[in-house]
């Protein structure tokens, strides 16, 4: 009898112990997934080089877990494709509020206030 409850202990931790790892794997690859819609996103509004005022934009991005954005960022109208940036942004809000909701996150609940953007020097920057 004592064996057998040994040998169902031993199961019983491995299986617990291998759903934990698999766990961090899986937080571990949807952070990933953050991480590098987030570089794309970067990298797609890079060229700030804009003509005036008017030509540099702010837009919101992600999602905290008590609300709001978690980050914005600078662009500059002429040289990015508006619609474009809208949709990659969209897609990394939604992944960031699954990911908020699934792995139960808590976060400061400070609220980020939107920059304000001004053409300086031929480049969009915050003020």
Do not use: W
């Amino acid at each position: 009898m004592k064996t057998l409850f040994l040998k169902l202990s031993i199961v019983g931790f491995v299986l617990f112990s291998s759903c934990t790892k698999n766990d961090d794997i899986t937080n571990v690859s949807d952070e990933q997934k953050l991480v590098n819609l987030a570089t794309e996103i970067d990298l797609f509004a890079k060229n700030k080089t804009c003509a005036g005022g008017d030509d540099c934009k702010v837009i919101e991005m992600g999602a905290r877990p008590c609300g709001g954005p978690s980050r914005f960022i600078i662009y500059a109208l002429s040289k990015t494709d508006e619609k474009q940036l809208t949709e990659k942004i969209t897609a990394y809000t939604n992944l960031e509020k699954e990911l908020n909701v699934k792995y139960n996150k808590m976060g400061t609940c400070e609220a980020l206030i939107p920059p304000t953007v001004n053409c300086l020097n031929g480049v969009c920057t915050s003020n």
